[in-house]
């Protein structure tokens, strides 16, 4: 299903061979099914269930994880996007990932400027606000 594209059908394969089993690999497979049919909550979840002795393969999955919270884009989850990148580079170097990292606390920083900025409109027109309501009072 997963060649064919079918990822709504691969995840759940996957998910229920992994739950059978308790298979690492399944529950990894499953969360790539996941994250191409744009479930990434759910690839999170079958992430966290991957438990993996081999370095290699923690620091794919702290990769894969990082990618999925990327994609959901909130605040909290670009700061867990970049805990699991780092985390991955702490097991093992990766241009990609570290090009991820490197691209996700962009847009954190970014998205915290706009946040701020709007703030400061806000601010600036309820002062605006305040002072035609006062001229009006006069």
């Known amino acids: 299903a997963y060649e064919e594209k079918d990822y709504k059908t691969a995840s759940t394969i996957y998910e229920k061979y992994a739950k059978q089993t308790n298979n690492s690999q399944s529950y990894f497979n499953a969360g790539n ?14 992430y966290k269930k ?33 805990k699991n990148y780092e985390n991955s580079l702490k097991i093992k170097e990766d241009e990609k990932v570290r090009q991820n990292l490197e691209n996700v606390k962009k847009a954190l920083k970014k998205k915290t400027q706009e946040k701020n900025k709007n703030q400061q409109k806000n601010k600036d027109k309820n002062k605006k606000q305040n002072i035609k309501i006062m001229k009006k009072r006069k």
């Open 33 to 46: 099914a996941y994250y191409k049919d744009k479930n990434y909550k759910q690839a999170i979840k079958s």
């Open 50 to 82: 991957a438990v993996y002795g081999s370095k290699d393969l923690r620091a794919k999955n702290y990769a894969n994880l990082g990618n999925a919270y990327a994609k959901l884009g909130t605040d909290k989850e670009l700061q867990q996007a970049i």
